[in-house]
């Protein structure tokens, strides 16, 4: 593998390849539903300035270190503080919570290709067991699609083998490829959405849902529940942010870069908001539930059954969905590509294969959670759900807490300022913001993130 392969060549490319990363399920289908629950614009309001106050801060934290180790996540820690060998648990920790999330991750990325195929050959909308088109037909093809055995399996491995492709091709002919592709046609097409669910008839309320604030809605549970949402989407605490900065060019603009890939992250979850509350209400479907699968898999499906051209809405969604799952898989497995690569010197393609063979075994077994394996049961959950609660409320913020303190106490003195000023070349006037934030703020607030549950 040629040396350039190493790295993004162009600043259009590594942000599309990390708004990429950050723009993912998060976005599309747990903000609306999130948001929902919260009170719709209580809840936008708390997520932006908790993207802007600790978000960012925290994205720049991960970007400055993985750009000063230039290596993997584990490797990162260990050569930006070669003294305190300690640390690099908390890079081991990043690794480790990235794989599993990608193992259970596949699985959902598995289920919109699967969407997609059934959108684009109209199976969907077949009726079935004299079920007409709506909402008993779709929860009775949601059943089939996703808690079946065989179906869900096909499609996650598929998923997969599409991951491992775009993984062998390497970084600058892989991902940023794929990302440069990808990443215009994902905008686009939300574009187009939101402009048909805007001309929907009393689109109106919808939007007076989600943009006018009701501040008494604002509690400390939706304080922390959108502090969570935020560093999901941001994909903070998974060692991609660190990994991905590692093939940045030095002239790259760190600042700048995490500012774009926030506001494109929140632009997209806004965007999502314009989308399906105009949609829900104006169909009268609020209350058909919009809570995680159902709202993608039941609720929207009964959106696009009331749109002339369903199939053509139902395929292109679909295809936004497995847009966004596919750029996000890739940059989490790229996580731990990276740290065989770095660590056991093994060439691209045997890291990529080492990565691969588990995942397809492990996504496989977790793909069968909802059907035969559902009965399998690891504290109260079944795998699947086992592995996102375990990820996602424990494992991801313990991980992001590490890197803030890290960055914040025990780098060498300065290296986030000279990563921010490019070694001085640059201004910068939010170093010393950021380093407070990193410092004090982030771990505290993530801390009472990961608390939150007892409380
Ligand atoms: N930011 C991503 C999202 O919103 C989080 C993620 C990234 C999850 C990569 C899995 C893999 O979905």
Redesign the pocket.
């Known amino acids: 593998m040629s040396a350039s392969n190493t790295q993004f060549t162009s600043k259009i490319g590594l942000i599309a390849a990390t708004v990429g ?8 289908w ?1 903000f609306p539903a999130e948001a929902q629950a919260g009170g719709g614009a209580a809840f936008l309001l708390v997520y932006v300035l908790c993207v802007i106050v600790l978000g960012i801060p925290c994205m720049l934290a991960e970007f400055s270190l993985g750009r000063q180790g230039g290596t993997d996540a584990i490797g990162a820690f260990a050569r930006v503080q070669p003294r305190q060998k300690g640390w690099r648990w908390a890079g081991a920790l990043s690794v480790v919570t ?1 794989f599993l ?2 193992v259970f ?1 596949m699985v959902v990325a598995g289920w919109t290709l699967e969407y997609l195929w059934q959108s684009l050959s109209g199976g969907l909308f077949e009726p079935q067991d004299g079920l007409a088109p709506g909402y008993d037909l779709f929860v009775a093809k949601e059943r089939q699609y996703v808690a079946s055995g065989f179906r869900p399996l096909c499609f996650t491995l598929l998923m997969a083998v599409v991951n491992m492709g775009i993984l062998l091709g390497g970084v600058r002919k892989g991902i940023e490829r794929l990302s440069n592709l990808l990443m215009p046609l994902l905008f686009v097409l939300l574009i187009i959405f939101s402009i048909v669910s805007l001309t929907l008839p009393d689109a109106g309320e919808g939007l007076r849902f989600f943009f006018s604030p009701d501040f008494g809605k604002i509690t400390p549970r939706v304080i922390l529940s959108a502090l969570g949402q935020a560093f ?4 903070l605490g ?1 060692g ?1 942010l660190v990994t991905y900065a590692a093939y940045y060019p030095p002239q790259t603009r760190l600042a700048r870069t995490a500012t774009t890939v926030s506001v494109l ?1 929140m632009l997209v979850a806004v965007l999502m908001g314009v989308i399906i509350f105009p949609a829900i209400t104006s169909f009268g479907l609020s209350d058909h539930g919009i809570e995680g699968t159902t709202l993608v898999f039941v609720t929207l499906p009964e959106v696009f059954l009331r749109l002339p051209a369903t199939w053509l809405w139902s395929s292109l969604f679909f295809l936004l969905l497995s847009i ?2 596919l750029t ?2 890739v ?2 497995l790229e996580v731990s590509v990276r740290t065989l690569q770095d660590r056991l010197h093994l060439s691209r393609r045997r890291a990529v294969m080492s990565v691969m063979v588990p995942i397809f075994v492990l996504s496989g077994i977790c793909a069968l959670s909802f059907g035969p394996l559902a009965h399998v049961e690891i504290a109260g959950r079944n795998i699947f759900n086992f592995l996102d609660f375990l990820t996602a409320e424990i494992m991801l913020p313990v991980s992001a807490i590490c890197i803030c303190l890290f960055v914040g106490w025990f780098v060498p003195d300065g290296m986030l300022k000279r990563q921010l000023t490019n070694d001085g070349t640059l201004r910068s006037y939010v170093a010393g913001a950021a380093l407070f934030i990193i410092r004090w703020v982030a771990p505290l607030l993530i801390f009472l993130v990961l608390i939150s549950p007892l409380l």
């Not at 990363?21 to 599309?28: E, H, R, T």
Request: neutral net charge.
């Open positions: 990363s950050a723009v993912g399920l998060g976005n599309i747990r990235a999330i990608s991750y999901f989407s941001l994909s998974m991609i992250d966004a799952a996000s898989t940059s989490i």
